[in-house]
């Protein structure tokens, strides 16, 4: 199976601030990988498509980038909204989709 | 507008079969995938398995011996069986709408899929 691991496990940013999570591959997937957002008691929502394909609806200051092993997701200007946890899923391999362990936003 | 609902028991018995059923409104079954995602109390997010609506299927390997899932186009649902449930088993658990996106790569074009609509969830326990 492929495993992912995202980076760090939760931070801590200001309002405004630039924002960097990072989702490693166990092994080369392409572009193959998704990330979502998670508010507490709700679903998840996607925000990146196909490593970095915006979602409609999304706010431009979501990015992704990556292929192969490596991945980002940039919020570029951190907003009250989007404190939450993040997810990277990678969709290569079937027949196992796997998720990242999530990555914690917090309010500092 | 694409919405999805969970339903189902929300308190399972240790050892029986777990059953949800997603019903879809805003769209037919009759095209995409279909999937169910769960997770545990404070923990992540955990792939079950889909379905395409000729009713072929895709499973977690950690899952396929207890799990099936299963469409009907005429009620534009598909469900979910957890057979054998223990503990372990207790979580949230979502459905969604598998889209696809059709890209270039090496090699000519690649089919991206992701899971652009949620149901809420519904929680399930599993305790006697």
């Known amino acids: 199976d492929i495993q992912m691991t995202q980076s760090p496990s939760s931070l801590s940013a200001s309002v405004g601030d630039r924002v960097t999570i990072t989702c490693r591959a166990s092994?080369?997937?392409?572009?193959?990988l998704n990330w979502y957002q998670q508010e507490p008691g709700k679903a998840p929502k996607l925000l990146i498509y196909?490593?970095?394909s915006l979602q409609s609806g999304v706010p431009s200051r979501f990015s992704g980038s990556g292929s192969g092993t490596d991945f980002t997701l940039t919020i570029s200007s951190l907003q009250p909204e989007d404190f939450a946890t993040y997810y990277c899923?990678?969709?290569?391999?079937?027949?196992?989709?796997?998720f990242g362990q999530g990555t914690k936003v917090e309010i500092k | 507008q694409v919405q999805l609902q969970e339903s189902g028991p929300g308190l399972v018995k240790p050892s029986e079969t777990l059953s949800l059923t997603c019903t879809v409104s805003?769209?037919?079954?009759?095209?995409?995938?279909w999937s169910w995602i769960r997770q545990p109390p404070g923990k992540g997010l955990e792939w079950i398995g889909y379905?395409?609506?000729?009713?072929?299927?895709n499973y977690n390997p950690s899952l396929k011996s207890r799990v099936t899932i299963s469409v009907d186009t005429s009620k534009n649902q598909f469900s979910l069986k957890l057979n054998s449930v223990t503990a372990a088993d207790t979580a949230v658990y979502y459905c969604?709408?598998?889209?696809?996106?059709?890209?270039?790569?090496?090699?000519?074009?690649?089919?991206?899929?992701?899971?652009?609509?949620w149901g809420k969830g519904t929680t399930v326990a599993v305790s006697s």
């Open positions: 805003g769209a037919s079954i009759r095209r995409d995938h």
């Open positions: 379905i395409y609506y000729s009713g072929s299927t």
């Open positions: 092994q080369s997937i392409s572009s193959y």
């Open positions: 899923q990678q969709s290569y391999s079937p027949p196992t989709w796997t």
């Open positions: 196909a490593a970095s």
């Open positions: 969604a709408r598998v889209s696809v996106f059709v890209g270039y790569c090496s090699g000519g074009s690649c089919q991206y899929y992701y899971m652009d609509v």
